[in-house]
């Protein structure tokens, strides 16, 4: 069954960078179904927007777009027109397009839980066995932090925060989860679209593990939010 992607225009009140599980709860306050154990697939493509002071600005080319099964679709069209509330912010919703996933020969996530792995030299290990089981033959690669490029690449911050890779914290539910920022050079067409499909790791609807096209920008800068776990709470 093909994957399609849903994307629907939004505009409303700047939100959190941390916002993915935000978006999660007040979607499957309006769609239930969203919310089903059976939906731990669905994939919520992370809000797009310019960041400033830990929001970000939504703009004229900002969407939500869902990643789902081509038969389910119809299951999100009554969020059309719809006005979310997520924690006093509004996300007010337009009319939805669908479309084909669409190859590109690299791709990027901004936030990818590796779990069980704290270290970078872990988390890259653990990144070529999910590119090996979904038969993409480029290996997903950490993203350095700028003006890190030419760090050594041997694991350097085991007992320091020195690490030259960019890494976040965020928030699902009160469950604070460590993830990686990961890109994916040289992939063919089939590969490209397989890995927008299934993405890497837990957490799809929340926007973790989601891929999208590496149009070349900076990394953002790593929120410095403290955080104690790094199991995901679905798992």
Not at 138 to 164: G, I
Not at 181 to 191: D, F, I, K, T
Request: glycine share 8%.
């Amino acid at each position: 069954m093909p994957v399609v992607e849903l994307s629907f225009p939004v505009r409303g009140t700047p939100l959190p960078v941390d916002n993915g599980y935000l978006v999660y709860r007040a979607v499957a306050r309006a769609v239930p179904w969203v919310g089903e154990p059976a939906q731990m697939e669905l994939a919520v493509v992370p809000v797009q927007g310019n960041p400033h002071r830990g929001f970000l600005d939504l703009t004229p080319t900002s969407r939500l777009a869902f990643r789902l099964n081509a038969d389910d679709a119809p299951m999100l069209l009554p969020l059309a027109d719809q006005c979310l509330v997520l924690d006093g912010m509004t996300l007010i919703l337009g009319k939805p397009t669908t479309s084909d996933l669409r190859p590109a020969p690299s791709l990027m996530s901004m936030f990818v839980v590796a779990e069980r792995c704290r270290h970078s030299d872990e988390v890259q290990e653990w990144l070529e066995t999910q590119s090996r089981a979904l038969d993409i033959r480029s290996v997903p690669t950490l993203r350095r932090k700028r003006n890190r490029e030419q760090v050594n690449p041997t694991e350097s911050d085991r007992d320091s925060y020195a690490c030259p890779y960019v890494r976040r914290y965020r928030h699902v539910g009160d469950n604070a989860v460590v993830g990686w920022e990961v890109q994916v050079r040289g992939l063919a067409p089939g590969e490209s679209v397989r890995l927008q499909e299934h993405g890497i790791g837990p957490g799809r609807r929340y926007s973790c593990g989601v891929f999208v096209p590496d149009e070349g920008g900076q990394p953002r800068p790593a929120s410095r939010r403290d955080a104690t776990a790094v199991w995901f709470p679905e798992t």
